[in-house]
């Protein structure tokens, strides 16, 4: 496996442009939301899940005008590979969740059993509400996980994609928009 290969071959399917006027609409959207959810005084914990999610809330969150404190967690389905299989939870949240309104931040939903865990663990936990923010939703016919996302930038096919923090084997985060590897 050549990385520049993959890179060079892969569909291009949204821009950077696209991506941070995605983002923008995004975090227009939870500030209006947060209007009335958020009790008085009471700051919205953003949950960031990494590694995933790390690119996608750096760029979200300072966007937001909503009162917030950011934590994150550690959790990975796929390990670096291209199917996923059971959770590893590698860091649990610190901030402690009781009462709170908390924003689960990832980069993408896909079979939506991360998320899933993710919202379960934050309800046994005590948290008040939780919602649920990605990048990009996979356009799949069925999810075995949590249905869909309360809040979603753009939508991919049912391809493998990367970029702007999505993983191949553990290269190309850091790419400059959303690709679809060749073939798959
Ligand atoms: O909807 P699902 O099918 O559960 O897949 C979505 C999850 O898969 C990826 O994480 P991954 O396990 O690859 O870890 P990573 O964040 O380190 O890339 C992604 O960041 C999501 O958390
Ligand atoms: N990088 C990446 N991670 C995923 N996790 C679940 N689906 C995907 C995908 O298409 N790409």
């Not at 939870?30 to 700051?43: A, N, V």
């Not at 005008?65 to 949240?93: M, N, V």
């Not at 996979?138 to 999810?143: A, D, E, F, T, V």
Request: glycine share 8%; net charge negative.
């Amino acid at each position: 496996m050549n990385i520049n290969t993959v890179l060079t071959e892969a569909d291009c399917l949204h821009s950077l442009d696209t991506v941070i006027a995605a983002i923008d609409h995004i975090a227009e959207q939870i500030d209006r939301r947060m209007q009335t959810e958020l009790l008085r005084d009471k700051p919205l914990v953003c949950l960031s899940v990494m590694l995933g999610g790390l690119i996608f809330t750096g760029h979200l969150l300072p966007k937001l005008k909503t009162p917030l404190i950011i934590d994150y967690i550690h959790a990975t389905r796929y390990q670096g590979e291209t199917q996923g299989a059971d959770l590893k939870w590698l860091k649990y949240p610190s901030v402690n969740l009781q009462g709170e309104t908390v924003l689960i931040i990832d980069d993408i939903l896909d079979e939506g059993l991360t998320l899933k865990s993710l919202v379960d663990y934050c309800e046994q936990q005590g948290a008040k509400q939780v919602f649920t923010a990605v990048l990009v939703e996979k356009q799949l016919p069925m999810r075995r996980g949590l249905p869909q996302a309360d809040f979603v930038g753009l939508l991919v096919p049912n391809r493998y994609v990367f970029g702007f923090g999505m993983d191949y084997h553990e290269h190309l985060r850091s790419a400059a928009g959303i690709f679809a590897v060749k073939n798959q």
